[in-house]
């Protein structure tokens, strides 16, 4: 998101498990700031019916969702260009983004979305439909393996919980990037 303030391209991203907002407030941010925003789920769903996953072990599998990421984010930088990525992030991909950033003289901003509420966290999980193609809807068992395998992120980055309303968070967001509200825009 490029403004007065930040004229340098960033990369935006989002990071989290399963139904705590994250692709929410990354195409909430899109929108309001025409950013294209990447997500993994939308790529491997791409994928799938070239059955690509078929013999890949999970280490490839990881390198696969965070590489296809990483390449488009790359094509936003050298076009001067800001990107959102949507997707499960651990911190050496987050060091290797951040890398990918000053690299292109731009910056990287993470935003880590959050359940406090193990509940309310269930409810989003199980009740969402988001109609991707070809790809799966996640069920909880599925996100609590998630959780085990990854750790809670170290790198410097905004934290926000899905228990708040989206605006708030939204707003979180918008202030971390150093963005005005839509309603501040000249």
């Not at 990483?70 to 991909?93: K, N, P, Y």
């Not at 309310?120 to 799966?136: A, C």
Request: negative net charge.
């Amino acid at each position: 998101m490029r403004n007065d303030r930040a004229a340098r391209p960033q990369i935006i991203a989002f990071a989290g498990l399963p139904g705590t907002g994250k692709s929410t407030l990354a195409e909430a941010l899109a929108r309001a700031s025409r950013t294209p925003v990447f997500a993994s789920d939308w790529l491997m769903g791409a994928l799938k019916p070239y059955h690509v996953f078929k013999h890949m072990d999970d280490s490839t599998y990881g390198e696969l969702y965070h590489g296809l990421v990483e390449s488009l984010v790359t094509r936003q930088l050298l076009m001067g260009q800001s990107a959102i990525t949507d997707c499960v992030i651990d911190d050496d991909t987050a060091e290797r983004w951040a890398r990918l950033a000053a690299d292109h003289d731009a910056e990287l901003r993470v935003v880590e979305c959050v359940c406090t509420d193990l509940d309310l966290h269930r409810r989003r999980v199980e009740g969402r439909k988001r109609n991707i193609p070809n790809w799966h809807e996640i069920d909880w068992d599925h996100v609590e393996r998630m959780r085990r395998e990854h750790p809670p992120l170290t790198v410097d980055r905004l934290t926000v919980d899905a228990v708040d309303p989206i605006e708030t968070n939204l707003d979180k967001v918008r202030a971390y990037l150093g963005a005005p509200a839509p309603d501040q825009r000249s």
